[in-house]
């Protein structure tokens, strides 16, 4: 009885703590939110108060600076684009792989899993001029081309982790039944991989729509522009006017906040697979 | 026979093919090139280049005190960054396996900085800073708040180390709680029967068991940290003075600013050796304190 009461009374003081670190994580938030609608003069006085009045003229005056339809456009075709072929291809490629165990495909797969130690900055330089040997400059599809081979070997490793556990009878039956290699991987295998291609799909997302280095380096013309170079470039131009500048990094996170909250539970399961598979 | 060995070379390049491809030609290739150009001095532009031998590695070891300040910034960063974002992981991770009201929202607020990249959460906090930060001292009169965080070197420092473990935390945190979800309720029961209190239980039963999670979460904030590129870039742009610039930071600048292709490679080539080697030690070092269950 006792230790029961007790208990509660530890378990409440945990909430209460909890509760008070939770906050102090989402202060940025409230900065940036209650500032983007304040008046440059209200929030040089005092960021931390509520707004005197709302100023959704700047989100107006944002929405028209950065060019957001067209940043968000950009974002939003890359990372999509980039997924559907690196599932594809990286299931494909590790379904391959685990089942015709040769020796070239282990070697194939060792040299898969050592690319990702190698830190994207270590192979940046040369890479601007394969890109630009290859004609993969300034285009939407190099980038697309770029993050296929970035992406692969670590969708391939978690891949070949999933496959291995799916018995390869269930293949045999289909094959008697007479689909051929490529029926058997596009009818009974792929819908198998479901729960690992939505974690690939997840990873791969989160990180492509937020990359700011690769795509820098990629692309140049102003029309092209992603979301995070829309923002580098803004800021160039626009220092310390923060009241353009908080509403478009206030639009410039929603998409991905949004996602987040929709996405969540896949996305914390997405995490969690990966990095005990990792 | 014929037929059916040509149908599975067709296979293989049908199914690995394209992958096998993009990344030869993406990863492979400017790899190899890297290593062959850290020994030129290619400037990137003219397309002539020499062979100089390994004078860039040594003009990086002997004289190149840029390249040396920015990799004790990263050194430094990395022990405080992935020490503290583990044990707040770890931290929250533990109180959030308790039968809290809150605790799913709570989860999603913790994890959530994490979904925004790097450059916009510099730029989200550079306004904290300089604006926020000086509202709170100004009003509460706490010291904390009036330093002028980005204006020098240590607090500049410490600016980094905030967002980052702000950042990274709540990651660490969702694989901490899976695996602390999978620690035994028998063994837990069985130590509170044996009268051992919460400390002894956190470090005699629960840290050992969680061994495995520890070495994905320290692998990961590893190397988070020591390829940190885009905080850095939007959150002091490695100033004042480039006390805050990190490897990442100097490889970009040597080749895309000062237009020293050559000697960009050659750091970039140690910037690999030394990611590789401090992980795989790391990994092993960890891996080698694990039990099991």
New interface residues.
Partial sequence: MDTSKRYQAGTMATELVMLLIGLVFLVPFYFLFVNSVKTFGDLLTNAASLPASLEWGNYVRAFQTTNFPSAFFNSAIITIVSNLLLVLISSMAAYRMVRRNTRFNRVLFLLFVAAMVVPFQSIMIPLVKVTSTLGLMNSIPGLIICYLGFGVPMSVFLLHGFIKSIPAEIEEAATVDGSNAYGVFFRVVLPLMKPMLVTVFILNTLWIWNDYLLPSLILQSQELRTIPIATFAFFGQYTKQWDLALPALVMGIMPVIIFFLFMQKYIIEGITQGAVKG | MNGKKSS?II??L???G???L??I???????L??LY?SFTNWN?VSGEVSWVGLSNYQQIFTSDDAFRTSFWFTAKFTVLGVLLTNVLGFF?AY??T?????RN?????????N??????LG???Q??FV??F???G??TGCSFFTLPWLGTENTAFWAIVIVFV?QTAG?LM??YI?SLNNVPKDMIEAAEIDGANRFQMLRSIIIPLIMP?AT??LF?AI?WS??M??LN??LTKGGPFGSTES??MN??NE??SKNR?GL??AK??I??LI??II??LQVKLTKSKEVEA
Avoid at chain 2, 98 to 102: A, E, G, I
């Fill in positions: 599975q296979q293989q049908v199914f690995a394209p992958a096998t993009f990344f030609l993406i990863i492979v290739i400017p790899f090139l890297g150009y990137g929250l109180l959030l308790k039968p809290l009201k809150t929202i709570l989860r999603t607020i913790f994890f959530m900085p979904v925004i990249g790097g450059l916009l730029f989200i906090w306004f904290i604006r926020g000086t509202a709170i100004d009003s702000w990651y969702v694989i899976s999670a994905i979460c990961l190397s020591f390829k590129f885009d870039l939007s490897v990442a490889i970009y080749a895309f292709y960009g490679t970039a080539i910037f690999f990611v590789a992980t795989s």
